[in-house]
């Protein structure tokens, strides 16, 4: 008896083509399979996982993409659960963090009585690697997680800068609040997108221990993949779906074509523009799919051969105001012990480097570090970086809303259209991260199968 119970059999003859292989595609082929549907995956790219990527091609294995598990996440949990996947709680770090805010590094314990603290008030409490979250906390107006689309509360729907300074934020509190976090800049970014995020990141407990996974985050995906009963197809970048009366097609690049009676298309939509859609999507779900952003997300890969910061006495781990915006010391899998680091770049921050070679980015990252850390000169070597932003694959990190979005389509974006149906982060009620595209998912092969 599968969870879906009476839908089994109706679904037996059930033909669904899922497009995307990340976690929202292969959570919902697994529970359409589980309904008894025949699942088709078509994969652009030739891997499983999509904004999940272990780098095994680099030293240490790094996180091309998503690395934190939380208790919250509910389904993401039962399925690493049931597919034998191993999770676990990297050790308390360490070594603290640092703060390089206007040029001199100091401790974050210093932070609150330092020179280079200009904020004011109870901000100046605040750590800044949690200072958005702190402002969020004290003006967010939405009581729960599903009030965002809540019509009492569209008039936050908003730029947030302006209305955050109405509410007595600091102009050097919204400053710092652009570095690392979701800087997209925050004049074009939604303030009711930024509460309901901060209700999301509320419920997901982030800043509680999180749980990696074994082996690296890509074997997530990969299990998940296996237990399918169909082959994922790779090298099938849709470009193409008609969507008719009885059934759905999907037009690959490659020429293949691929017919079923239902598609889910889990493909962010700032990627969907590449897509072209027979009828055209119109009303709220074609402006969604041609105007829906995503932040810029970009991961560079560095490893440390000797410990600099065991010289200079300040933790390796550091939020900065520069270019380099939030370097983490990473801890490894038990058993290893190799000094990686991360430079984590969000939004405006990302082009610069995005737009250099290789060679040249390691190459100017390094002597940034140096100009912030000195005793780091000629210890740490650049391995690659992800740049979620020029894959166009994923045009990004993360969706988000601009001013007016929310209301404009918010609620039409959830709507399938015809026979075809849509998942992924951008797509969930209340998930964040990698629930999101687990909920999401599910939702919408539950929403299939009872079409079957
Ligand atoms: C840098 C970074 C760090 C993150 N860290 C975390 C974290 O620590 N914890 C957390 O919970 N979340 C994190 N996230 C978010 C999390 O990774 C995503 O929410 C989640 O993986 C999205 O899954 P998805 O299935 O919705 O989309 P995706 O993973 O993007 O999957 C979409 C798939 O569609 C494929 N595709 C695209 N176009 C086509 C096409 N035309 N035809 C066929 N296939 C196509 C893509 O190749 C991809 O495989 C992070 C994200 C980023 C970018």
Same mark, same amino acid.
């Given at each position: 008896m599968t969870a879906w119970g009476h839908h089994a059999r109706a679904a037996a003859k059930t033909d669904v083509i899922v497009i995307g292989a990340g976690l929202a595609g292969l959570n919902a082929a697994l529970h359409l399979q589980d309904g008894g549907a025949h699942v088709t995956v078509l994969e652009a790219?030739?891997?499983?996982?999509g904004r999940i990527h272990?780098?095994?091609?680099?030293?240490?294995?790094?996180? &091309?993409g998503a690395r934190q598990v939380h208790d919250s996440y509910t389904r993401t949990q039962a399925r690493i659960k049931q597919l034998g996947v191993g999770l676990y709680k990297r050790p308390t770090p360490m070594h603290g963090t640092a703060v390089n805010i206007g040029g001199a590094a100091i401790n974050l314990k210093d932070?609150?009585? @330092?020179? @280079? +603290?200009? $904020?004011v008030g109870e901000e100046r409490g605040f750590p800044p690697n949690t200072l958005r979250f702190r402002v969020l906390t004290k003006i +967010?107006? $939405?009581?729960? $997680? !599903?009030?965002?689309?809540k019509p009492e509360f569209q008039?936050?729907?908003?730029?947030?800068k302006p209305l955050a300074a109405s509410l007595g934020v600091s102009a050097e509190a919204l400053r710092i609040m652009?570095?690392?976090? !979701?800087?997209? &800049?925050l004049d074009g970014v939604s303030a009711l997108h930024l509460f309901r995020r901060h209700k999301q990141s509320e419920a997901a407990e982030f800043g509680s221990t999180a749980r990696y996974i074994q082996g690296g985050s890509s074997a997530l995906p990969e299990a998940m993949a296996v237990a399918l009963r169909n082959d994922v197809h790779f090298g099938?970048?849709?470009?193409a779906m008609t969507s008719g009366l009885a059934k759905v097609e999907a037009r690959c690049a490659d020429g293949s074509v691929y017919s079923a009676d239902f598609a889910l298309c889990t493909v962010p939509f700032p990627a969907l523009a590449g897509v072209t859609f027979d009828p055209a999507p119109r009303g709220g779900i074609g402006r969604a799919i041609r105007e829906l952003s995503a932040v810029h997300a970009t991961h560079i890969h560095l490893i440390s051969r000797a410990p600099f910061w065991e010289s200079d006495g300040f933790p390796p781990t550091m939020f900065t105001d520069?270019?380099?915006?939030m370097v983490s010391k990473l801890f490894d899998e038990p058993g290893h012990d190799t000094p990686a680091l991360m430079v984590e770049l969000r939004g405006r921050g990302c082009s610069r480097f995005d737009a250099m070679s290789d060679a040249e980015r390691g190459q100017a990252i390094t002597s940034e570090l140096a100009k912030l850390r000195p005793a780091s000169k000629g210890k740490v070597d650049y391995l690659g970086a992800d740049s979620w932003a020029v894959n166009p694959l994923f045009k990004g990190g993360y969706h988000y809303f601009k001013p007016g979005q929310v209301t404009a389509f918010g609620a039409a974006m959830?709507?399938?259209?015809g026979r075809v149906h849509f998942s992924g982060?951008?797509?969930?009620?209340t998930g964040v991260g990698l629930e999101a595209a687990m909920e999401s998912g599910e939702r919408e092969a539950r929403a299939i199968l009872q079409k079957s």
């Amino acid at each position: 008896m599968t969870a879906w119970g009476h839908h089994a059999r109706a679904a037996a003859k059930t033909d669904v083509i899922v497009i995307g292989a990340g976690l929202a595609g292969l959570n919902a082929a697994l529970h359409l399979q589980d309904g008894g549907a025949h699942v088709t995956v078509l994969e652009a790219s030739n891997r499983v996982g999509g904004r999940i990527h272990s780098r095994r091609d680099l030293e240490g294995a790094p996180e &091309g993409g998503a690395r934190q598990v939380h208790d919250s996440y509910t389904r993401t949990q039962a399925r690493i659960k049931q597919l034998g996947v191993g999770l676990y709680k990297r050790p308390t770090p360490m070594h603290g963090t640092a703060v390089n805010i206007g040029g001199a590094a100091i401790n974050l314990k210093d932070w609150p009585s @330092s020179v @280079s +603290n200009k $904020l004011v008030g109870e901000e100046r409490g605040f750590p800044p690697n949690t200072l958005r979250f702190r402002v969020l906390t004290k003006i +967010n107006p $939405l009581p729960d $997680l !599903t009030a965002w689309r809540k019509p009492e509360f569209q008039k936050y729907d908003v730029a947030f800068k302006p209305l955050a300074a109405s509410l007595g934020v600091s102009a050097e509190a919204l400053r710092i609040m652009e570095f690392a976090a !979701t800087s997209m &800049g925050l004049d074009g970014v939604s303030a009711l997108h930024l509460f309901r995020r901060h209700k999301q990141s509320e419920a997901a407990e982030f800043g509680s221990t999180a749980r990696y996974i074994q082996g690296g985050s890509s074997a997530l995906p990969e299990a998940m993949a296996v237990a399918l009963r169909n082959d994922v197809h790779f090298g099938k970048r849709v470009r193409a779906m008609t969507s008719g009366l009885a059934k759905v097609e999907a037009r690959c690049a490659d020429g293949s074509v691929y017919s079923a009676d239902f598609a889910l298309c889990t493909v962010p939509f700032p990627a969907l523009a590449g897509v072209t859609f027979d009828p055209a999507p119109r009303g709220g779900i074609g402006r969604a799919i041609r105007e829906l952003s995503a932040v810029h997300a970009t991961h560079i890969h560095l490893i440390s051969r000797a410990p600099f910061w065991e010289s200079d006495g300040f933790p390796p781990t550091m939020f900065t105001d520069s270019p380099l915006e939030m370097v983490s010391k990473l801890f490894d899998e038990p058993g290893h012990d190799t000094p990686a680091l991360m430079v984590e770049l969000r939004g405006r921050g990302c082009s610069r480097f995005d737009a250099m070679s290789d060679a040249e980015r390691g190459q100017a990252i390094t002597s940034e570090l140096a100009k912030l850390r000195p005793a780091s000169k000629g210890k740490v070597d650049y391995l690659g970086a992800d740049s979620w932003a020029v894959n166009p694959l994923f045009k990004g990190g993360y969706h988000y809303f601009k001013p007016g979005q929310v209301t404009a389509f918010g609620a039409a974006m959830f709507e399938p259209w015809g026979r075809v149906h849509f998942s992924g982060e951008h797509l969930a009620e209340t998930g964040v991260g990698l629930e999101a595209a687990m909920e999401s998912g599910e939702r919408e092969a539950r929403a299939i199968l009872q079409k079957s």
